[in-house]
């Protein structure tokens, strides 16, 4: 009579074991199904990153990049493009967010809207990365496009002024420059950046050269200063 509950036991475990070696093998074909599909991988990207596991939603990100590139189709490749890039520029790595914004604007068929936008994206990655030159090209290419969109005008602006004084800084260190002889000047829309930045810099630009320049006279903001350009009426003005 004892052995008959051991023997159940036993068959018992065995159930169990088989069990779970038959979950296993369904768990792992299911992968395997699923290894080469592109919206596997970016709904888990998605979930991954609204989780704030950047490392782990990059990596399911890339997975479906590459199957796609393996020829497996995917409506979806330029948003998983820009979540890549969003997902860098969370972890501080704009030079990646670039790579994957510039792949975004080379996919086929996308509207001009979101070419826009896109472009003003990858300029602002191009300008958290340093790259300055970058950053103005592609603000540029938004400017033309549509002068009203988000906050591009003024971007451009902090773009250009911050070239003008890079330069002046890398003259000074090359070379042996009079500091009270530094000149600023531009045409059209670059006049009325230089006519604002000798304005905000004083001590920087001695003199400036402005060429159909506008809204000289104003009340504007320029990298975080409050610049009041309006011609201040003689004392004896009552």
Known sequence: GAGRPRHEKHTAGVDLAEMFGELK???EADVASSDEDPETHYNLGIAFREMGLLDEAIGELQKACQSFDRGHPFAQIMQTYTWLAQCFLEKGVPEAAVRWYDKALKVPGIDGETRVALHYELAAAYETAGDKPSALHHFMDVYGANIDYRDVAERMTTVRVSLALDAVHNLK?????????????????????AAWTIRAYP?????????GAGWFYDIYELDGKIIDTRPQPPNWIG
């Open 173 to 193: 260190t090359r070379y042996t420059i009079d500091p009270t002889k530094i000149c600023i000047a531009g045409f059209s829309a670059g006049a009325q950046t």
């Open 25 to 27: 093998q369904d768990l």
């Open 203 to 211: 001590e920087v630009f001695s003199a400036g050269i402005f060429i």
